[in-house]
């Protein structure tokens, strides 16, 4: 029996036809879904719901079942599978193998497709308190969704298709993607990207089924709070792997595939901020809706850049019959957003009151929307414009000067609004609140001063960090007020110091930005062994260097003594994959600074090229990401249940 399972010919039967027919069940069960879920929906059928909601579980079982015949089919190195050939080789280690699951196109779709479907039917269980109508017209819209990509997947571009001879070894993974970012980063960015489906599906419900009160914008605030948290630690992990892998001692270059990513992430942190005004306030309901629509149509928008390959940009896939089926998708997302907010236009109106106070609450989240807006404006122009140019002959480049004079001034004033909006009352401020601003300013000012006294002259940085700091005092204000009035009730509002923990989680991320954007120093220099360079006040010595067998690649090492450490940045070449090279570079960090170390080259008589940054405050980005995804997991998870458990005992109170 052993023996006969390592047959190619019932692997090819077993997980070639098993992947297959799988994702074809999974589309007809996925169509069925949608279209009874929508006859449902429309005719008020308690019935229906629930088995066009079934069929939508039973096409994500199926989507599973050919998840799982591929993730088989890659630990198995069964090549007769030309997803397999092309995207591993025999010495991939196990856990690149399994990550080869996402690392081509096919196989992230697929990817897509599990998560949407999981997520999906997460949000469909937890939807019962919205009623039939509404519950009913979002299985229709996720079943809908997914329906596309599983044709996609079945007809256009199927992981499972068939090689006529099967190779006895494969082509390997990209060497980029031979590190253990490899294991973090596309995973969570893929899960980011399918879960802005979920909130885009239960507003365009809501529209459909008429609800215009907040019990939708809670259950959809639930799932957005879920893509946005997924999409902030996809983007700060994609960020730390160009960091350690890339070499060129940035971690974040404007790139189309970097700005589509973040641009979901600004409509939703809009969304997530205007959604409080609808709750509390009742206000900005069209608003939101349009919001949630905005970013899942961003979503839609950087597939199709990322899969059709017509902008150029390092994460793009090739371009492919993928592509115009994604532009189509686009157009009638659009078209379909665009027709029911018209025709649903008075549902979301506000109430007739009077216009918000400037100077409260309320006015600093219009204000952070409007800035968040205009943000995703810059960035979506520029990443545009090379394409809209290159149609005309005229081959614009956007580079990181336009993104930083267009969108700075904006992100500075963001900045800003994070130190000022949480003092503000909804309602108009008075001298009270407004005394309350005292301790930020304080320390703008005191951190503005510092910063003089050090030397530093640069304006951004001069704006930018004491900002930072105001932002953080804000938090800190908060939270000694609370401990104040009562210690118990900074954890019965989870929610609100959850919020201003990711508050002061996000100002640590803009000071490590700020600092090693506008504070980096870079410096080449050509070193025999025995040599030494000093790089702004770091002295590195060059002690020589050797090469070294790693399996499937050799490795040129170059040894740097910097203090008590041994730096080893090396060039490395894969010549099982053509004498593709890739760079590794040494990083040592501390607090103050990153030392960044990139081989540069290497001469016949041992001398070296060496490109060194210096880049400050960087290790601050990491941690303020990590204080930023706290806050949000401790603001958040367990809410629901915590106030599922208020209610029941509200119930059982007498009259």
Same mark, same amino acid.
């Given at each position: 029996?052993?023996?006969?399972?390592?047959?190619?010919?019932?692997?090819?039967?077993?997980?070639?036809?098993?992947?297959?027919?799988?994702?074809?069940?999974?589309?007809?069960?996925?169509?069925?879904?949608?279209?009874?879920s929508f006859w449902a929906g429309w005719r008020e059928s308690d019935l229906f719901v629930q088995v066009?909601?079934? +069929?939508?579980?039973?096409?994500?079982?199926?989507?599973?079942?050919?998840?799982?015949?591929?993730?088989?089919?890659?630990?198995?190195?069964?090549?007769?599978? +030309?997803?397999?050939?092309?995207?591993?080789?025999?010495?991939?280690?196990?856990?690149?193998?399994?990550?080869?699951?996402?690392?081509?196109?096919?196989?992230?779709?697929?990817?897509?497709?599990?998560?949407?479907?999981?997520?999906?039917? +997460?949000?469909?269980?937890?939807?019962?308190?919205?009623?039939?109508?509404?519950?009913?017209?979002?299985?229709?819209?996720?079943?809908?969704?997914?329906?596309?990509?599983?044709?996609?997947?079945?007809?256009?571009?199927?992981?499972?298709?068939?090689?006529?001879?099967?190779?006895?070894?494969?082509?390997?993974?990209?060497?980029?993607?031979?590190?253990?970012?490899?294991?973090?980063?596309?995973?969570?960015?893929? +899960?980011?990207?399918?879960?802005?489906?979920?909130?885009?599906?239960?507003?365009?419900?809501?529209?459909?089924?008429?609800?215009?009160?907040?019990?939708?914008?809670?259950?959809?605030?639930?799932?957005?709070?879920?893509?946005? %948290?997924?999409?902030?630690?996809?983007?700060?992990?994609?960020?730390?792997?160009?960091?350690?892998?890339?070499?060129?001692?940035?971690?974040?270059?404007?790139?189309?595939?970097?700005?589509?990513?973040?641009?979901?992430?600004?409509?939703?942190?809009?969304?997530?901020?205007?959604?409080?005004?609808?709750?509390?306030?009742?206000?900005?309901?069209?608003?939101?809706?349009?919001?949630?629509?905005?970013?899942?149509?961003?979503?839609?928008?950087?597939?199709?850049?990322?899969?059709?390959?017509?902008?150029?940009?390092?994460?793009?896939?090739?371009?492919?019959?993928?592509?115009?089926?994604?532009?189509?998708?686009?157009?009638?997302?659009?078209?379909?957003?665009?027709?029911? @907010?018209?025709?649903?236009?008075?549902?979301?109106?506000?109430?007739?009151?009077?216009?918000?106070?400037?100077?409260?609450?309320? %006015?600093?989240?219009?204000?952070?929307?409007?800035?968040?807006?205009?943000?995703?404006?810059?960035?979506?122009?520029?990443?545009?414009?090379?394409?809209?140019?290159?149609?005309?002959?005229?081959?614009?480049?956007?580079?990181?000067?336009?993104?930083?004079?267009?969108?700075?001034?904006?992100?500075?004033?963001?900045?800003?609004?994070?130190?000022?909006?949480?003092?503000?009352?909804?309602?108009?401020?008075?001298?009270?609140?407004?005394?309350?601003?005292?301790?930020?300013?304080?320390?703008?000012?005191?951190?503005?001063?510092?910063?003089?006294?050090?030397?530093?002259?640069?304006?951004?940085?001069?704006?930018?960090?004491? @900002?930072?700091?105001?932002?953080?005092?804000?938090?800190?204000?908060?939270?000694?007020?609370?401990?104040?009035?009562?210690?118990?009730?900074?954890?019965?509002?989870?929610?609100?110091?959850?919020?201003?923990?990711?508050?002061?989680?996000?100002?640590?991320?803009?000071?490590?930005?700020?600092?090693?954007?506008?504070?980096?120093?870079?410096?080449?220099?050509?070193?025999?062994?025995?040599?030494?360079?000093?790089?702004?006040?770091?002295?590195?010595?060059?002690?020589?260097?050797?090469?070294?067998?790693?399996?499937?690649?050799?490795?040129?090492?170059?040894?740097?003594?910097?203090?008590?450490?041994?730096?080893?940045?090396?060039?490395?070449?894969?010549?099982?994959?053509?004498?593709?090279?890739?760079?590794?570079?040494?990083?040592?960090?501390?607090?103050?600074?990153?030392?960044?170390?990139?081989?540069?080259?290497?001469?016949?008589?041992?001398?070296?090229?060496?490109?060194?940054?210096?880049?400050? @405050?960087?290790?601050?980005?990491?941690?303020?990401?990590?204080?930023?995804?706290?806050?949000?997991?401790?603001?958040?998870?367990?809410?629901?249940?915590?106030?599922?458990?208020?209610?029941?005992?509200?119930?059982?109170?007498?009259?």
């Amino acid at each position: 029996m052993p023996v006969a399972l390592r047959d190619p010919a019932l692997h090819l039967l077993i997980l070639g036809y098993l992947g297959a027919g799988a994702l074809l069940a999974a589309l007809v069960l996925a169509g069925f879904s949608a279209l009874l879920s929508f006859w449902a929906g429309w005719r008020e059928s308690d019935l229906f719901v629930q088995v066009g909601r079934r +069929a939508f579980y039973a096409a994500t079982a199926m989507t599973v079942l050919a998840a799982i015949a591929l993730e088989t089919a890659l630990l198995t190195h069964d090549f007769s599978l +030309a997803y397999v050939a092309e995207h591993t080789d025999i010495s991939t280690p196990v856990a690149l193998l399994a990550a080869g699951f996402y690392s081509g196109q096919e196989g992230s779709l697929l990817y897509w497709t599990l998560i949407l479907g999981l997520l999906g039917s +997460a949000s469909l269980v937890a939807s019962g308190a919205l009623g039939g109508r509404v519950a009913a017209y979002a299985a229709g819209i996720l079943a809908a969704i997914i329906t596309f990509f599983l044709f996609v997947l079945a007809v256009v571009a199927s992981p499972f298709e068939l090689l006529s001879v099967t190779p006895p070894d494969g082509l390997g993974l990209n060497p980029v993607l031979r590190d253990g970012g490899m294991l973090i980063h596309p995973p969570v960015v893929l +899960a980011g990207f399918a879960a802005f489906a979920v909130p885009f599906a239960f507003a365009s419900a809501a529209l459909l089924a008429g609800r215009s009160d907040a019990a939708w914008i809670r259950h959809t605030r639930r799932f957005a709070l879920v893509a946005w %948290g997924l999409q902030s630690a996809g983007l700060l992990l994609g960020m730390w792997w160009a960091y350690h892998v890339l070499g060129w001692g940035g971690y974040w270059g404007w790139d189309p595939v970097e700005n589509v990513a973040l641009m979901p992430w600004l409509a939703t942190t809009a969304y997530l901020h205007s959604s409080q005004v609808q709750e509390r306030r009742g206000r900005l309901r069209g608003w939101n809706l349009g919001l949630v629509m905005l970013a899942f149509l961003l979503v839609v928008f950087g597939t199709f850049i990322v899969r059709s390959g017509v902008v150029p940009s390092v994460h793009t896939f090739a371009i492919s019959a993928i592509g115009p089926w994604f532009l189509g998708f686009l157009g009638a997302c659009i078209a379909f957003s665009a027709v029911l @907010l018209a025709t649903r236009a008075a549902l979301g109106g506000a109430p007739a009151t009077r216009p918000a106070e400037p100077v409260s609450r309320e %006015g600093a989240f219009v204000l952070q929307n409007m800035l968040l807006i205009g943000v995703i404006a810059v960035v979506f122009w520029g990443t545009l414009l090379p394409l809209v140019s290159g149609m005309f002959g005229l081959e614009r480049v956007v580079g990181a000067p336009y993104y930083e004079r267009a969108a700075g001034p904006l992100l500075a004033a963001l900045l800003a609004l994070l130190a000022v909006g949480p003092l503000l009352p909804w309602r108009q401020a008075g001298r009270p609140s407004l005394r309350a601003l005292r301790w930020p300013a304080l320390t703008a000012i005191a951190v503005l001063l510092a910063l003089a006294v050090a030397g530093v002259r640069s304006a951004p940085l001069l704006l930018a960090l004491p @900002l930072a700091a105001a932002a953080a005092a804000t938090v800190f204000t908060e939270y000694g007020r609370a401990l104040r009035r009562s210690p118990a009730s900074v954890i019965a509002r989870r929610r609100r110091f959850g919020a201003y923990m990711a508050h002061l989680g996000l100002a640590v991320v803009a000071a490590g930005i700020a600092a090693s954007q506008l504070g980096q120093q870079e410096r080449d220099v050509a070193l025999a062994p025995g040599e030494q360079a000093m790089v702004a006040g770091y002295t590195l010595i060059y002690t020589g260097s050797e090469q070294r067998d790693a399996g499937d690649h050799t490795e040129l090492v170059a040894s740097i003594r910097f203090g008590d450490q041994t730096l080893e940045p090396s060039r490395a070449v894969y010549a099982g994959l053509g004498g593709q090279a890739l760079t590794h570079v040494a990083i040592t960090t501390t607090p103050v600074a990153d030392v960044y170390v990139v081989l540069a080259g290497m001469d016949e008589d041992g001398r070296a090229a060496f490109r060194v940054f210096v880049n400050p @405050l960087v290790t601050w980005i990491w941690a303020g990401g990590a204080v930023l995804i706290l806050g949000v997991l401790l603001g958040n998870v367990g809410a629901m249940d915590a106030e599922l458990a208020r209610r029941r005992a509200a119930a059982t109170l007498p009259a």
